[in-house]
């Protein structure tokens, strides 16, 4: 189990979340409206960048052990805007 300092629900760029060099994990609440294999990728991604704080190769391959089908989550996450009903009113 990694420790982290916070898990902080917040308004970060829909529907990316974010990790900070100081250990702690913003959420964006529009995770709320992504589908169940979505969130546990971003948590996956999330997670990872607490060993490789960027989008190396050596950290594509921590997230491919924990998710496979990451590309093809990542890709969707690119639209998953359009699951986020207007009444949240981030779009
Ligand atoms: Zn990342």
Redesign the pocket.
Known sequence: MVPFDEWLPQQVRCP?TC?RENGSISLNYCMLFLQPEQVRYVMI??L??ARHM??SRR?WALVARHEPDYRSLDKGLNSAWKQIPAWVGVY
Do not use: L
């Open positions: 990316r990790m991604h999330e990872c960048h960027n989008h950290y």
